[in-house]
């Protein structure tokens, strides 16, 4: 079945970075667009990036521009989030989380994500 | 504080009718870009219940419903389950960007 698994998560100290990874299978990774979403604790959940299916694409919402970068190794069936110089504000579960429509590419934002992972964790302290 | 504004919470007995609205501006659901659904159980998967509106997923019950009109959307929960308590989030689209509803949580009382 389709699964998304991330990881990569844990205690991050301020200014510090992270990459959190995650594991696609169950349907042909290189044909759909891939996003990140983050859950601050107890709050609703916040769009962070999304990438097309072939890369070429990457959009990033308004709070995580020039800090936070989104890949993919199609290769490998992994999309990646590196953050950089982490905020406390940035304490948030991060699902990984597949869009629907096959191929979109500079329009993945329209659409609707249909498969969603169990998410990972990053608690910025010092 | 989200651009689509949804009320905090809602509640209703067993087989019941609530409603969830989620409400935007001219610039994302008024300019006619889409209106998905999203329920979130605590320790399960996000799952997707709408799309485009008012299409439903396979697998996911008739009991749910979507629609769209102006600058605003509902998604409809008729016939109340216990298993329908969870918090849902309305998303659309605005200036290249992805837009989630703050939530709501639905209680069955």
């Known amino acids: 079945q389709v699964q998304l698994v991330e990881s990569g998560g844990g205690v991050v100290q301020p200014g510090r970075s992270v990459r959190l990874s995650c594991d696609a299978s169950g349907f042909i990774f290189k044909t759909y667009g891939m996003h990140w979403v983050r859950q601050a604790p107890g709050k609703g959940l916040e769009w962070v990036a999304v990438i097309s299916h072939d890369g070429s694409h990457k959009v990033y919402g308004d709070s995580v521009k020039g800090r936070f970068t989104i890949s993919r190794d199609n290769s490998k069936s992994t999309v990646y989030l590196q953050i950089s110089s982490v905020k406390p504000e940035d304490t948030a579960i991060y699902y990984c989380?597949?869009?629907?429509?096959?191929?979109?590419?500079?329009?993945?934002?329209?659409?609707?994500?249909?498969?969603w992972g169990q998410g990972t964790t990053v608690s910025v302290s010092s | 504080q989200s651009v689509l504004t949804q009320p905090p919470s809602v509640s209703g007995a067993p087989g019941q009718r609530v409603t969830i609205s989620c409400t935007g501006t001219r610039s994302n659901i008024g300019a006619g870009y889409d209106v998905h659904w999203y329920q979130q159980v605590p320790g399960k998967a996000i799952k997707l219940l709408i799309y485009g509106n008012n299409n439903r997923p396979s697998g996911v019950p008739d009991r749910f419903s979507g629609s769209r009109s102006g600058t605003s959307a509902s998604l409809a929960i008729t016939g109340l389950q216990a298993e329908d308590e969870a918090d849902y989030f309305c998303q659309s689209y605005d200036s290249l960007t992805v837009l989630f509803g703050g939530g709501t949580k639905v209680t069955v009382l």
């Open positions: 989380a597949k869009s629907q429509v096959l191929q979109c590419s500079d329009d993945c934002q329209l659409f609707s994500i249909d498969v």
